[in-house]
């Protein structure tokens, strides 16, 4: 079964500081991968995904995350955090069947 | 495009009232999923539908809870009758099937039940 681990649960940044927020997944064959993010009482919006194109994926806002094979990862970064970016952040896997697996999402918290 | 449309965006009911959630997807799309999101077990997939049929109900969680989509426009998730332990968010989305499933979510629904 295709799942993925979101490494951490919180992440605290300042302002302007990068962003890293970690994700492996397992799979047997090579996945789909996406990160969604979710704002306070809003529902959840697509940020990038991957699907077996480029290893490198840009996002919007700036966010972007790097398929890493022989790691299992997909970590999403990016260069210059801002307080907008405050929200829950969710690694998502899709195995066969249009369905998505979600993480158990990271919070991401920017502080000024 | 409105985006994918819920209806109520916050329900309170006293346990075992019957409670009706509504979901519009976006026109065109031809698949329907609705997810439950709570602290404890996070985003669960409950049921999904490509061109208004059931196609994996395995994470609804008991006979309690049912799902119907009668059209394309229009979808329902039903829980008859409530427990406390149904309260949570529960989210409509949507998808075209390509491209690699992505998929477009609505507000979600915050669900009470005492």
């Known amino acids: 079964a295709q799942s993925v681990t979101q490494l951490d649960s919180h992440v605290s940044v300042s302002e302007g500081t990068p962003v890293l927020l970690r994700c492996n997944y397992s799979s047997s064959y090579s996945p789909s991968l996406f990160w969604y993010v979710q704002h306070p009482n809003k529902g959840l919006q697509l940020l990038l995904k991957?699907?077996?194109?480029?290893?490198l994926v840009k996002g919007i806002n700036g966010f972007e995350a790097e398929f890493k094979k022989s790691e299992t990862s997909f970590h999403l970064t990016k260069p210059s955090a801002h307080m907008s970016d405050a929200a829950e952040y969710f690694c998502?896997?899709?195995?066969?069947?249009?369905?998505?697996?979600f993480g158990k999402g990271t919070s991401l918290l920017v502080t000024p | 495009d409105a985006g994918v449309i819920q209806s109520p965006r916050h329900e309170v009911t006293e346990m075992g009232q019957e409670v009706t959630l509504r979901c519009k997807p976006i026109?065109?799309?031809?698949?329907l999923f609705w997810y439950r999101q709570t602290m404890m077990r996070g985003l669960e997939l409950l049921i999904y539908f490509n061109n208004n049929v059931p196609i994996d109900d395995s994470g609804m969680p008991e006979d309690r809870f049912s799902a119907k989509m009668p059209n394309a426009s229009f979808s329902t998730l039903k829980i008859q009758p409530s427990e406390p332990r149904d309260s949570a968010v529960y989210f409509c989305?949507?998808?075209?099937?390509?491209?690699?499933?992505?998929?477009?979510f609505g507000p979600g629904t915050r669900l009470t039940v005492t």
């Open positions: 998502v896997v899709s195995p066969a069947g249009y369905a998505l697996n």
């Open positions: 991957y699907t077996s194109a480029a290893t």
């Open positions: 989305a949507s998808s075209s099937g390509l491209p690699a499933y992505e998929q477009y």
């Open positions: 026109s065109g799309h031809d698949y």
